[in-house]
């Protein structure tokens, strides 16, 4: 699967908020837009607000019975960046 880039129009509020919710959960911009299209194609209501979007996250991990801390997120976040760009391609958009 090849990763093409778009782009998205934001107001300036929005995009703001958008950066320190990412900044804080250690995501890229991209990571949380993609998490929100998996959510409407699921049928589910969007997100008001992106904190709420990354609130539904943990959500979903909690009903799965998966406990998933900050630490977790954080470890798998770093291990995806060290790995070559090649290896990043193949892996399985979720």
Known sequence: MRIRTISV???PKQLKEM???????NRTLSELV???FRR????GPLPATLAEALGWVREDAKRKGVRVTQRD????IAGVRRQPAREKRKQPVR
């Open 40 to 43: 409407y194609q699921e049928g």
């Open 34 to 36: 993609r998490e929100t």
């Open 19 to 25: 950066e320190r919710v990412a900044k804080r959960e």
């Open 9 to 11: 129009s934001l107001p």
């Open 73 to 76: 997120i954080n470890a798998e």
